[in-house]
């Protein structure tokens, strides 16, 4: 990701103690304000300082200029007041339930499921896949770790809380007796709620997603988007569309929903028209640019030239996309999401698609570094492209693939390919039976990057190869 000055460091938050990742602005654990936080610190050391300055001139004072401590039933009173005693810090009663170690495989976040109260999830269907397929549209519904309606925070028992007028007002997972601000957060607490996109699941016939917010972010700023149509001579083709939002960047969460629906709306169109894969894709990202650019109109930056908006903090993602018919492939990017290739004959080569837009990519382009230490280094993340106000130039990269043999595309952003960067890597996480299970295969690739330590949003597309027949829908 794209890397912007960073606010000053704590070494814990002073709410919960959980240890700041660099450049969190909120605490992953309980949401506050980390930026907030160190102001006050640094205004503290600030005044300490100052008191320890009088202190050391007073202490250089000779003997005889020292005031006399008035006496009292015999003993010294100082002639400073007493500090009070400060008051015991309140308990924080409220932590958030930790992830079940074994919840992925099933339709619901069982970290929020557990901490909202709610009931225990369906178990998996005999094909071993949990979504809910509409047979009319062949659209599977999002599966989210929020509530059933999809609507923000938690839903705790007891007498519901009401708005003026008498509006239902959802009540807090954690303390269960405050209510949600427009923010996510605890009016009484202050602790972040469960959100739609903390945990996202989608199935069409021949087609998967999954994205999760991971476990050390505050929200997910991950987005998809998989479909499912025919060509023009009544073949199959599937797409799917995975964005990743630069955290950097305002709004990274609105960039990269706003990317991903309008590629995969640009591809449902064309497609079914006779576009060609490759330009449809080109088109798809072009339109998806233009989607994120508008936000920035929308937070009132000015529509200037380009020249004029790279110094705005517009908001910013990246792409990439995947569309499989009965003979091709075709990928789409950029910035540093990707997409792999893994046969089902475990014996033939994997493949990584796609090449980052990136510094640590550049680096080993140009000879200068090994792929092992510019990805080593901490500038590796720091992104050369992306979609944006503020990009530079946008440059769509476009590929196509002839498969000899089935497999799956494995469609990602890099809090999966963090935890199995290479293709070999990449095929020893996707399970065996993936073309068949493609939703069972991104539970799995989920829980992957949650295992190895989820240190970002975490969002991947399985797209079996070739595409099966099947009717046409969204998700």
Known sequence: MSQMPQPARLSACPTCDEPPQAGDRYCDQCGADLTAAADLAAAADLAAAADLAAAADLVAQTPGDLPVPPQLNGAARSPYPEPEPEPEPEPDDYELAAPAPDGYGQPTDPRVAEALGAPAAAPPTETGTPAEIDPGTNASTHISAATSTGSMAGTGTGADPRLP??????????????????????????HAQARTRD???????????????????????????????ELPDGS??????????????????????AAAHAAGEALRVSLPRGAHPQQAMNEAIVA??????????????????????????????????AVVTSDILTIGWVGDSRAYWVPDDRT?????????????????????????????????????????????ELEPHTASYKPDRP???????????????????????????????????????????????????VTVAVVPFPAAPGRAGSA
């Open 165 to 190: 007028g008498g509006e239902p007002r959802a009540r807090c997972a954690a303390c269960q007796e405050g209510t949600i601000d427009q923010d996510g957060y605890c009016e009484r607490c202050g």
């Open 199 to 229: 945990h996202m699941e989608s199935e069409l016939e021949g087609i998967a997603a999954a994205t999760d917010r991971g476990l050390r972010h505050h929200r997910n700023e991950d987005a998809f988007e998989v479909s499912s149509a």
């Open 236 to 257: 199959p083709v599937v797409v799917a569309v995975v964005c990743d939002g630069v955290s950097s960047a305002t709004r990274p969460d609105d960039a990269s929903a």
């Open 288 to 321: 998806a640019a233009e989607a994120v650019n508008s936000l920035a109109v929308e937070t009132g930056a000015a529509a200037a030239p380009p020249e004029g908006q790279r110094h705005q903090n517009a908001p910013a993602c990246t792409i990439v996309s």
């Open 348 to 392: 033939a080569p994997p493949a990584r698609l796609t090449e980052d837009d990136s510094w640590a990519a550049q680096m080993v382009a140009a000879g200068l570094m090994s792929e092992a230490e510019a990805y080593a280094d901490e500038r590796a993340h720091a992104i050369t492209g992306w979609l944006g106000a503020d990009a530079y």
């Open 407 to 457: 497999g799956v595309v494995v469609v990602c952003t890099d809090g999966l390919w963090n935890y199995a960067e290479s293709a070999e890597q990449m095929a020893r996480a996707v399970p065996p039976d993936a073309r068949s299970r493609p939703l069972n295969s991104a539970q799995i690739l989920v829980g992957h990057a949650l295992d190895g330590g989820g240190h970002d949003n």
